[in-house]
């Protein structure tokens, strides 16, 4: 269309360029829309892709939490279950402890009184019937030691070394204490009176008095293993202490076995 006729005020012309303006201002308004309308689509496609990674993100971190849930559940029933068995442990603990208290003043009690009945024996008894009994109880010992040999033998080979000098110990003062009887009967028979004087006066008298002297020689002798047989005496008392604490370590041990 001409401008030159648009500008000659020409009702039909005018009316033409109206009718053509509207077609194109319809056309532009479709094409605007049409615009609009494929913006629109992209803006929905994006979020649309932006919301399913966030849904995946969240499945992601939901199974995450899941799994550290699952975990630290575990966690708190193992301690849980660490909790109470250390407490069980203490209880127990605690009755071994009670028990071998127990166990260790009943000892000490028996101790005693094994104590007391042998020193009121060895008052009245005489040095032989006293020396069989000493051996007796160190052999009791020694059984008794051999037992504990069988688990546990390095920690009770000196202890059995000096039972053993113990025992023979105890057996040389009963050797002893027969030859001292065996000496006064001989001297029984020497100083015998005689009713005549013969030759072997003489001999006899000096065999008394040998025989005399030997007996001195044989109590300072005997006085002597008295010495010593004190001390080993001792030495057992601190052998029953160690019996006790090992009993109490055994016990331990089947305790930690358990």
Do not use: G
Not at 221 to 247: H, P
Request: glycine share 0%; no cysteine; net charge negative.
């Amino acid at each position: 269309m001409e401008i030159d006729s648009v500008k000659s005020k020409d009702p039909l012309q005018l009316q033409q360029t109206i009718n053509f303006l509207k077609s194109e201002i319809a056309k532009y308004q479709n094409e605007i829309s049409t615009l609009q309308s494929v913006d629109h689509y992209s803006m929905v496609n994006s979020l649309e892709q932006e919301l399913n990674q966030l849904i995946n993100e969240k499945k992601e971190l939901s199974v995450e939490l899941m799994m550290l849930r699952k975990s630290f559940e575990k966690e708190l029933s193992e301690l849980h279950e660490n909790i109470q068995l250390r407490e069980e442990q203490r209880i127990k603990l605690i009755s071994s402890i009670e028990s071998l208290v127990e166990k260790k003043e009943n000892l000490q009690k028996e101790n005693k009184q094994l104590k007391e009945t042998i020193e009121k024996t060895a008052k009245i008894e005489s040095p032989a019937a006293r020396s069989e009994n000493y051996i007796q109880a160190v052999e009791e010992l020694d059984h008794l030691l051999r037992s504990f040999l069988s688990s546990n033998n390095k920690q009770l080979i000196s202890l059995h070394e000096t039972i053993n000098q113990q025992h023979n110990l105890l057996k040389e003062i009963k050797d002893k204490n027969d030859e001292i009887h065996s000496t006064l009967e001989e001297m029984v028979q020497v100083k015998e009176p005689e009713h005549k004087y013969s030759p072997t006066t003489d001999v006899q008298s000096i065999t008394r008095i040998n025989l005399e002297n030997q007996l001195k020689n044989l109590f300072i002798q005997a006085t002597s293993f008295e010495t010593e047989l004190e001390e080993k005496l001792r030495i057992l008392d601190e052998f029953d202490d160690k019996l006790l604490l090992l009993a109490i370590e055994i016990e331990k041990h089947k305790k930690s076995d358990i």
